[in-house]
């Protein structure tokens, strides 16, 4: 069962752009912490944890059963203090370079399913390359064989694009996550980022 402490919150940075998901547990210590507010997206008045502790669920609507008191369930919240979330919003994990590089190999574009790739170091270990979002690329296993403990240009192989830090931001994306009332906040930022340019 998923309780309402780990429902999706959207949480937005200081420009009220959405930077990532949290689950409610997550975003209601940001909250008690002052380190974000909480948003109606009704009105967009902003609550701090008194204020939105002094709220009480309307009947029928989700609620956290905390020790003494019903609290409402939080579903968008604005940083106050950071512009990501404190910690890295997409981390450097084997499942997130697979998902960056859609599961396909980097040098040949081959798509051969997960237990045929592997996450090769473009610089290899053994010539100073680090394990960074920039110098890890997803091969599979004939490419890594082929180029073994060398660089793509001493291994004749070229990279298909240049492996940077994904932006992406994992989870507001999916439309399954997706609450209803996040879609004034995404369409908000998806106008302000083509005003920018
Ligand atoms: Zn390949």
């Known amino acids: 069962m998923v309780t309402a402490l780990h429902r999706p919150t959207l949480v937005l940075n200081r420009n009220w752009q959405p930077v990532n998901v949290a689950p409610v547990a997550r975003a209601l210590v940001l909250v008690w912490n002052d380190s974000a507010r909480i948003v109606d997206p009704a009105d967009y008045q902003l609550y701090d944890w008194s204020d939105w502790s002094a709220l009480r669920p309307a009947q029928g609507e989700a609620f956290i059963q905390a020790i003494k008191q019903r609290l409402r369930v939080p579903e968008v919240i604005v940083l106050s203090e950071y512009d ?8 450097f994990s084997r499942r997130n370079i697979f998902k960056r590089d859609r599961y396909t190999c980097q040098y040949c574009g081959g798509q051969p399913g997960c237990e045929e790739l592997s996450i090769d170091h473009v610089v290899p270990r053994s010539q ?4 960074t979002w920039e110098n890890c690329v997803l091969a599979c296993l004939p490419c890594n064989k082929r180029k073994a403990d060398r660089t793509p240009e001493q291994a004749g192989l070229k990279l298909r694009s240049r492996p940077v830090r994904p932006r992406w931001t994992p989870m507001y ?7 209803a009332s ?3 906040f995404i369409s908000e930022a998806y106008w302000n980022a083509e005003l920018e340019k």
């Open 84 to 91: 990501r979330l404190p910690s890295a919003a997409v981390s």
């Open 128 to 131: 100073g390359g680090q394990s």
């Open 182 to 184: 996040w879609s004034k």
């Open 173 to 179: 994306a999916r439309e399954s996550v997706r609450v």
